[in-house]
């Protein structure tokens, strides 16, 4: 368990592209819990810039699910599921969590009973409109994707 705080979305970005130099190579499912605006999205972005992808990342809402090609050949997959009843799911996440890519899931307990026994789960608090809480809590074999975080 480690715990992260941020003080501008700037500072989440920059935590989000540390983390992504160590998922690089490796299949890591990153799940993040968080309410509404708290920086999920945020932390995604800079995730995305870290594993060197260029187009802009939004979130996904209204779709569910974008793909982004690394140059390493992974893909880095992120979902967002705060829609995903109304919204319905044509694609099997199973696929994904069982691919060897990188998987960012925003409200990802709206599929409990299909998320993998291995994954980091990163909570965050909102503590005021510019301060952050980033808690670590790694389900992963492998512990070095959280050093020098
Ligand atoms: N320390 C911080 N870290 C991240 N975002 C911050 C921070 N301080 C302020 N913000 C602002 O908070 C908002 C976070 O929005 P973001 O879309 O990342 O949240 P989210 O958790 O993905 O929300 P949603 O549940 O709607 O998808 C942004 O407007 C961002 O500028
Ligand atoms: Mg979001």
Redesign the pocket.
């Known amino acids: 368990m480690k715990t992260i705080y941020?003080?501008?979305?700037e500072?989440?970005l920059a935590l989000g592209e540390k983390l992504a130099r160590n998922l690089i190579d490796k299949h890591v499912v990153v799940l993040?819990e968080?309410?509404?605006?708290?920086?999920?999205?945020?932390?995604t972005k800079g995730i995305a810039k870290g594993l060197g992808i260029e187009k802009t990342v939004n979130?996904p809402?209204f779709t569910i699910l974008k793909v982004y090609p690394i140059n390493n050949g992974q893909k880095l997959y992120h979902l967002?599921l705060?829609r995903l009843s109304e919204v319905g799911s044509d694609f099997d996440l199973e696929d994904y969590i069982d691919s060897d890519d990188i998987v960012v899931i925003?409200?990802p307990f709206q599929v409990n009973e299909l998320l993998p026994n291995e994954y980091l789960l990163i909570k965050?608090e909102k503590l005021d409109?510019?301060?952050?809480v980033f808690h670590f809590d790694s389900h992963l074999l492998d512990e070095e994707v959280l050093d020098n975080l």
């Open positions: 941020t003080y501008s979305a500072e989440t993040l968080g309410d509404l605006a708290s920086g999920k999205t945020t932390l979130s809402t967002d705060y925003e409200w965050i409109d510019n301060t952050r």
